[in-house]
């Protein structure tokens, strides 16, 4: 192999398993030793600065960086990074000083937003400071989009939300809820110099062929409208007897809600097998902890009702058999037809998009699927003054990703505006610095604790199912969340090694507790992967391969355990190995500046 | 600074014959500095046992005094360790082994240890031909004092603050050879390829196997002008052959050509397969070997390899006669047989 470029700044990104996998690159491990250090406002920035949500996501994130995390690879369970995350917003001190402060000199130029959920807010956020004029229209009451409308408020309080939406709003954005946007042509008739969509996913899947759906539709609801009709309180109650269909987030929201507002016996149905449910394993467990019943392997057959009231559904019982590919089919057992009881169903088996606003003659392509056409990297659509972004850009995801789409839209926007060229992307702000601090000593704590993830304590059933605005989770405190953050392994913190100053004494082979370190003959990877100490079997995870040494060997030094402990340097007689910490951040329209050194340019 | 090891390890790290990892034979967190050659072959001793499928609790450590001498803190932490007196250790590894034979017995020592204060142990030890492994870790200094001349410093060898050495060394394998030893060896810490078999091959070996094992004192003795820094090592080592160690029953993989390739066959049936790369040597024959050594010297060589084994010759045990089972393992009723057994005695001396 060649030796490895780790001037790529993807290099040692990569090494940071869980900022690589966040959409948004947040730096996770800077924030948890933050969190260690008492210093929550600073944490929060830090995620504020590249998540902009950290109160929400602290308690809502899909949390794609959890099952990326190196914990899961050396012990078992990740660091609860997104719970660390609400400790931050949780104790945070005064932040709103640390912000950009308006009002920003105008550059004269006005962009439109359509939808305010969190990818227009993340516009918004990014191009405000930079003296932009943004109007931002939706056609709910307030800002937020579903986080407001859909996520519940007993896993997402209203203040939280409220506050996190005003840091943004404050800066001066133009704002006009309770408007729906019915023209797109009409829009554009206003000259902005962009308009940006941000309109999310909002059609609710249906089974409108079902047999008994019109008969019955007083009792059948669309999961998500009903959720934002609970949460803008049209909805304050619902029957004793609920069926919720389909095996998603969603699905977990519905039956919770009906939980709170008068359902006792509310039941999951869902095609798939249980452990196929698109529903988080975190959701699923929450859900059954409040008595609900999840039935898997059933497709439903039709809405039964007696004498125009809905009386149940009936399911086909099916089993999942997958073919070589591994591709899932259900074929029905020969058990007989299910009955379930319910007076009420909520339909939650999916969203779309859906763009009846947009004149199809304006240049804007759609695809076959109805999807404008977009550009993966600028989000800019064929009408080039036309970006998209969040659910709106490439159908249902969630917040984090709408985030880290927006913190792109905007710097495309900004490009735009600047008469750029918007593939000409900024690079990544980089940083790397030595954490010697002596002969043995780190500036971070290299130590590996090996506790057990810590649980986030609850609020009494008894308690929450009384009161749908009553958070269930508590958030860690203050002395629980120091022993979690000890469990992260600073995996920013790097092991740069420096061939020509190594003299091959292996004292760092022999010391790496997992065995990383190698010292052998180069290869092409797939046999230099073999060769080492422990054969090198996750190729998700780079090789780090230096130059040629003295004897003619490479060090090889596999990514994947490494424990970031430092004593591989520690054992180095010659500083061969140093620890450095590698400080990642992406790029925005514009720099939120930070109140402390690492993150100042 | 660390003093504790991470508990962690790698998930897949593999597991020998008695379902142990690697993990199972290792020691402390090492205090010697931070590249000592000691350490590697403390590493190489943790690969060598976890490779043989020892049970750590058959094992027993025993060292004098030196950095040398401390390493057995660092490797096999669960098996049985004394650190004795300096130059002392050969006594008691003597002891231990005569009491309870059924144990692999490491001898660990340092050429402070052994070619000066422990001389006239040392000697003593091979001649009887003990069943120990025998490891001197070779700094040419006294590390742990740091770092004065010792006994096997090369003549002419700079010292770190620019002492020329004005006496003869001694070659501790010659010597050992000279003596009757049945098994020496001679490695460098910087080369595990080659330790790791020759230190297998030594535990498997019934009688005295002596290793002298280069390892650069990367503190005190690793500067230019060195005749045991990494760099002057590397450059002056000499292999006398490759060696491969074959377990008891296990298949022979490596084919060597005809002529070049010698087997010898252990005690307990495993193989030491030598492809010799020096011809004029033959590892069976004293004299062959002392003259090899001698060459070497001339041409500022050190050689490496297995040099000399002898399977023929008994142990301490064997010359004694002593019972199968272990002296500690003897209860009362065999040792005091009683008046009888006694009065029997007593007349075959009459
Ligand atoms: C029940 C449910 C629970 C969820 N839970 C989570 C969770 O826990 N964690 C998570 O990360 N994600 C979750 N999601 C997904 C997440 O809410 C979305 O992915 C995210 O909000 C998408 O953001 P967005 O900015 O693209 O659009 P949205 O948040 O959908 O916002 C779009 C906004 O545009 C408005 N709008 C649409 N069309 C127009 C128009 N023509 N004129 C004016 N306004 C318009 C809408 O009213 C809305 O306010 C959940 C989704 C659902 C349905
Ligand atoms: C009886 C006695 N004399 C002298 C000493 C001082 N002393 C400690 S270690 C040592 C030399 C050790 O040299 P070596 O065996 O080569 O070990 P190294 O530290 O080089 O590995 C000496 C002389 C001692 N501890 N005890
Ligand atoms: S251990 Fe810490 S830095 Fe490493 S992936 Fe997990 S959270 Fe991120
Ligand atoms: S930091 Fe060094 S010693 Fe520690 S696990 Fe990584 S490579 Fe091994
Ligand atoms: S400890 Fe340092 S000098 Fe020794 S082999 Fe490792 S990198 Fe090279
Ligand atoms: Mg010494």
Redesign the interface.
């Known amino acids: 192999m060649k030796p490895t470029n780790t001037r790529d700044p993807e290099y040692y990104h990569k090494v940071v398993d869980c900022q690589y996998a966040c959409p948004a690159h947040t730096p996770v491990p800077e924030y948890i030793r933050l969190i260690a250090a008492e210093k929550y406002t600073e944490a929060y920035m830090v995620n504020w600065e590249s998540n902009v949500f950290p109160g929400v996501l602290g308690r809502t994130c899909d949390r794609p960086c959890e099952p990326a995390c190196r914990r899961v690879?050396?012990?078992e369970e990740p660091v609860a990074i997104c719970r660390l995350k609400r400790v931050a917003a949780d104790q945070k001190g005064d932040v709103k000083q640390l912000m950009p402060q308006g009002p920003f000199p105008p550059n004269g130029k006005r962009i439109a937003l359509i939808g305010g959920g969190p990818a227009s807010l993340t516009v918004a956020r990014d191009l405000a400071p930079l003296g932009y004029e943004i109007h931002l229209f939706d056609e709910q009451i307030a800002g937020g989009g579903m986080m407001r409308s859909q996520i519940p408020s007993f896993r997402l309080p209203e203040t939280v939300l409220n506050e996190e939406v005003g840091f943004i709003l404050d800066m001066g954005i133009h704002t006009q809820f309770l408007t729906y946007v019915s023209s797109l042509r009409e829009v554009l008739s206003q000259n902005y110099d962009a308009v940006f969509v941000g309109t999310g996913a909002p059609k609710g899947k249906d089974l409108t062929n079902l047999p008994g759906r019109s008969e019955g539709a007083a009792s059948i609801h669309i999961g998500i409208e009903w959720l934002a009709s609970v949460a803008f309180e049209h909805t304050k109650s619902i029957s004793k007897k609920v069926i919720v269909l389909g095996g998603g987030n969603t699905a977990m929201d519905c039956c919770r809600t009906a939980r709170r507002l008068g359902g006792e016996e509310v039941k999951v149905v869902v095609r798939s097998p249980f452990s196929e449910m698109k529903a988080s394993p975190w959701e699923k467990e929450d859900a059954m902890h409040e008595d609900i019943q999840i039935f898997d392997n059933h497709v439903p057959l039709s809405f039964e009702v007696e004498n125009g009231k809905l009386i149940g559904m009936k399911f086909q019982k099916v089993k999942a058999v997958y073919d070589e590919k591994g591709k899932r089919q259900l074929i029905p057992t020969e058990e007989p037809d299910v009955f379930i009881e319910a007076d009420e169903v909520l339909v939650a088996i999916g969203q779309q998009n859906s763009f009846p606003w947009i004149e199809r003659d304006l240049g804007l392509e759609f695809d076959q699927w109805e999807m404008p056409v977009v550009d993966r990297t600028t989000f800019q659509s064929t009408l080039p003054k036309v970006f998209f972004g969040g659910d709106a850009a490439f159908g249902p995801e969630n917040v984090i990703t709408a985030v880290a789409q927006g913190h792109q839209a905007a710097v495309s926007i900004h490009l735009f505006c600047q008469g750029k060229d918007l593939m000409d992307r900024p690079s990544p702000y980089t940083n790397l610095v030595s954490q010697k601090m002596g002969?043995?000593?780190w500036s971070y704590d290299?130590?590996?604790a090996?506790d057990h993830r810590y649980a986030v304590p609850q609020a009494k059933k008894s308690v929450t199912l009384k009161d749908r605005k009553k958070e269930v989770e508590l958030g860690f405190d203050v002395p629980t969340a120091y022993k979690e953050t000890q469990r992260c392994l600073n995996c920013d913190v790097q092991t740069v090694f420096s061939a020509d100053r190594c003299?091959?004494?292996?004292?760092c082979?022999?010391?790496c507790?997992?065995?990383?370190i190698n010292f052998t003959e180069n290869a092409e990877e797939d046999q230099l992967r073999l060769n080492l100490l422990?054969?090198a079997?996750n190729t998700s995870q780079d090789l780090l391969v230096s130059e040629n040494l003295?004897?003619g060997r490479v060090m090889v030094k596999d990514e994947d355990?490494c424990?970031h402990?430092?004593?591989c340097a520690?054992?180095?007689?010659?500083s061969a190995w140093d620890m450095q910490k590698y400080f990642y951040s992406v790029t925005k329209a514009y720099q939120v500046p930070a109140p402390f050194p690492s993150l100042q340019k | 600074m660390s003093y504790l090891k991470p508990l962690f390890s790698h998930p897949k790290l593999p597991k020998n014959k008695i379902g142990y990892t690697l993990k199972e034979y290792e020691g402390s967190l090492s205090t010697l500095c931070a590249g000592c050659g000691h350490d590697s072959i403390s590493a190489a001793i943790v690969r060598a046992c976890f490779e043989l499928s020892i049970e750590p609790h058959r094992v027993a450590k025993i060292s004098g005094i030196g950095c040398s001498s401390k390493t057995p803190t660092y490797f096999l932490g669960n098996s049985h360790g004394f650190n004795s007196v300096h130059g002392r250790m050969p006594s008691v590894a003597t002891g231990a082994n005569m009491a309870n034979k059924e144990m692999v017995y490491f001898g660990v020592s340092g050429d402070g240890d052994s070619a000066s204060i422990g001389m006239g142990q040392f000697v003593h030890v091979i001649r009887r031909n003990l069943n120990m492994v025998y490891v001197v870790m070779n700094n040419g200094c006294y590390g742990l004092t740091k770092g004065q001349d010792s006994a096997t410093a090369d003549q002419g060898s700079i010292s770190k603050s620019g002492h020329v050495n004005p006496f003869q060394a001694i070659d501790l394998a010659s010597l050992a050879i000279e003596l009757g030893a049945s098994f020496v060896a001679q490695s460098f810490s910087g080369d595990k390829q080659q330790l790791i078999p020759l230190l297998k091959a030594a535990i498997q070996h019934q009688g005295f196997a002596f290793l002298n094992v280069i390892s650069p004192c990367v503190t005190f003795n690793n500067n230019p002008g060195s005749t045991k820094s990494y760099d002057y090592v590397r450059e002056h080592i000499e292999a006398t052959s490759v060696l491969d160690f074959v377990p008891h029953q296990e298949e022979i993989k490596t084919q060597y050509d005809e002529g070049k390739s010698t087997r010898v066959e252990l005690h307990d049936g495993s193989e030491i397969q030598l492809n010799k790369l020096s011809m004029d040597w033959n590892p069976e024959d004293r004299v062959s070997v002392v003259s090899a050594l001698q060459n070497a010297r001339e041409k500022q060589e050190i050689l490496t390899g297995l040099l000399y084994i002898n399977t023929e010759w008994k142990d301490l045990h064997g010359t004694l006669n002593t019972t199968k089972t272990p002296l500690n393992r003897l209860k009362e009723e065999e040792l005091c047989p009683g008046t009888e057994a006694l009065n029997q005695i007593n007349i075959g001396f009459r």
């Open positions: 690879r050396v012990e002969i043995h000593e290299s130590q590996i090996a003299i091959e004494c292996d004292a082979m022999d010391v507790p997992t065995s990383c422990v054969p079997e003295k004897t355990v424990l402990c430092g004593l520690e054992r180095c007689p010659t």
